[in-house]
């Protein structure tokens, strides 16, 4: 398995603001992921970042809106940008890691 | 599109009882197979997967699954649940083709009374 750490693990945000959100695995891995988890509901995923790749987003996320660096093979962040209520929600960083995906503890974000 | 359902969103047992939540997914072709659980204030876990091999596999805690091929699902069964069962169990499958996303169902809370 991984150990995988977020910070922050909460804020709360002014809307118009950025928030840059980290994500540090204990283990090199190919495949890292973030996911949104929207108060009582399930996981959406919002990119897949590959190390020495730009990331590919899924539909409904855009670049400009959610931007991923992925510096190296243990560490990624997503920075949520010009934020508005609606993006309060957890993120939560994934690794996929012997066909299994493990997830962070999340940073749970409330916009004002 | 690839598709995961729950069938029950909430579940209220007494310490005890039995547990199966269902899952079924929409998807033709080979498939891995995930239960992950939830405790209040806690991260998502592993809690069975499922890749190849016998169809009933086991998880902690006392967890099991059936992955039933002809019928599209990954059942979770526990014989007797307790208190501390209490959580959001999310239904997970990657198909093998396609890339790696891993798609989630909606999630099961359940609620174990004492």
């Known amino acids: ?112 | 599109a690839q598709s995961v359902s729950q069938h029950n969103h909430h579940v209220i047992l007494s310490e005890a009882a039995s547990l199966e939540l269902g899952c079924n997914y929409s998807y033709g072709g080979t498939v891995n197979l995930f239960w992950y659980v939830q405790y209040p204030g806690q991260h998502l876990q592993l809690l069975l997967k499922y890749f190849s091999g016998d169809p009933l596999v086991k998880g902690i805690k006392g967890f099991e699954a059936e992955f039933i091929k002809s019928k599209f699902s990954f059942n979770l069964r526990k014989p007797s649940v307790q208190w501390s069962d209490t959580a959001e169990y999310f239904c997970a499958v990657n198909p093998l083709k396609g890339g790696f996303k891993t798609i989630f169902g909606a999630g099961t809370r359940l609620f174990v009374k004492a």
Do not use: H
């Open chain 1, 1 to 112: 398995s991984a150990v995988i750490s977020q910070k922050p693990s909460r804020d709360i945000c002014q809307r118009g603001t950025s928030l840059t959100i980290q994500c540090q695995v204990d283990s090199q891995v190919t495949m890292m992921f973030w996911y949104r988890q929207q108060p009582g509901q399930s996981l959406t995923l919002i990119a897949t970042a590959n190390q020495g790749s730009e990331a590919t987003y899924e539909s409904g996320f855009v670049i400009d809106k959610f931007p991923i660096s992925r510096p190296n093979l243990t560490f990624s962040t997503l920075t949520v940008s010009n934020m508005s209520p609606e993006d309060s929600s957890i993120y939560l960083c994934s690794v996929r890691l012997d066909e299994t995906q493990y997830f962070g503890p999340g940073t749970r974000l409330l916009v004002l």
